[in-house]
């Protein structure tokens, strides 16, 4: 079962023009039962789609993170874990996540390809609001066409930074 496992993240903006800061980690569940995390301080445009936020911003989230890295932030936990440790907990009726110690996530190297596979996955996952199967067909071709892949990747995932926005 998959699933985003927290709610949406607060965002903060930022001075540089259309960008915005993640207050809170958020947790997607994949179809293999791997947790990946998008976390607290990352700095992103929450597109979904080109100048456009109008789906669940956690998706775009996590596919900025594949393309900007071309590494994503697995979390080496189960849900139950994570729930049982304190990390999961409810905070006024929404499910959030605390930070992760580094010892409990990995950094993975991806593809462009799969990082727009988990997309289209969280497009049909998210539930806020629900996205139309042609939307998610449409921007999973959309996203096929990112040129800006070729540019990226050039920076790594700092695990010892992560929280601090400047992985």
Not at 55 to 74: A, K, M, N
Not at 126 to 143: E, F, M, N, S
Not at 146 to 155: D, R, V
């Amino acid at each position: 079962m998959t699933k985003f496992i927290t709610c949406a993240s607060r965002t903060e903006q930022l001075p540089e023009k259309g960008m915005y800061k993640l207050l809170d980690n958020e947790l997607y569940l994949d179809d293999d039962y791997l947790i990946y995390l998008a976390w607290r301080g990352y700095r992103t445009d929450n597109f979904t789609w080109i100048k456009n936020s109008n789906w669940d911003i956690r998706c775009s989230h996590g596919h900025d993170v594949g393309c900007q890295y071309h590494q994503v932030v697995r979390v080496n936990l189960t849900e139950s874990e994570l729930w049982s440790s304190g990390l999961l907990h409810y905070h006024k009726g929404k499910i959030v996540c605390e930070d992760i110690p580094k010892e409990f996530l990995s950094v993975i190297d991806i593809s462009g390809h799969w990082i727009n596979n988990l997309f289209y996955r969280m497009l049909r996952d998210a539930d806020c609001p629900k996205t139309p199967k042609h939307i998610q067909k449409l921007y999973r071709a959309g996203v096929s066409f990112n040129l800006n892949w070729f540019t990226t990747g050039k920076e790594k995932i700092d695990l010892d930074n992560l929280y601090e926005g400047v992985a």
